[in-house]
């Protein structure tokens, strides 16, 4: 069960350095410009987060992709760096520093409105009208097991809220490119 929301953040449509596309409506049209030969787009495995936003994308941007799984957000980014994909959707807070220091390229975000994080990603769901709720995030939580006496559970809960709220803990947060969480009750965590 979860006793803590840690942060919350967005994922970035990112390309490898060289990809000949420099915001999304020409990614769109390079996608489809390729006749045979899709885009190939990483992710962490059949059925994850990422996996879904690129068939989500794919589906309903009408453009192919070829999906190429992966062991975690690591490798990803790495062949991403290293030109051996084309694209994947990542969390924010692991690809801003690439997209800031020129690493990667970033095609938008999920977010619903842009970050002052990361400026350059503007909201895919205001790329266009097809693509208006294409609005996702991403989360990190601490997770104890279900079998934790409610009073400790509760305990950590507490404890833990308070160490987040510092400020050390709150500027390494918004230095990924997150946005710390709202603090939450057992209850509100459960929900």
């Not at 290293?82 to 095609?107: C, E, H, T, W």
Request: one cysteine or more; hydrophobic letters at 45%.
């Amino acid at each position: 069960r979860p006793v803590l929301l840690i942060n919350r953040g967005p994922y970035v449509l990112a390309g490898r350095p060289d990809l000949p596309a420099n915001g999304f409506a020409e990614l769109l049209a390079l996608a489809r410009s390729r006749g045979g030969k899709p885009l190939s787009h990483g992710h962490i495995g059949n059925g994850s987060m990422i996996h879904l936003l690129g068939e989500r994308l794919a589906r309903k941007a009408g453009i192919p992709l070829t999906q190429v799984p992966y062991k975690g957000v690591p490798p990803v980014i790495q062949d991403l760096i290293g030109g051996q994909i084309d694209l994947a959707f990542v969390p924010q807070s692991s690809a801003r520093d690439l997209i800031v220091n020129g690493r990667l390229k970033v095609y938008g975000t999920t977010a619903a409105a842009v970050s002052d994080k990361l400026p350059a990603a503007l909201p895919i769901s205001k790329a266009n009208a097809g693509l208006a709720d294409f609005v996702h995030g991403t989360w990190s939580a601490v997770f104890v097991a279900r079998t934790l006496r409610e009073e400790d559970a509760s305990r950590l809960n507490k404890v833990l809220t308070m160490v987040c709220q510092e400020a050390p803990f709150q500027a390494a947060i918004a230095a990924t490119g997150s946005d710390p969480a709202p603090v939450m009750s057992l209850q509100e965590l459960d929900r």
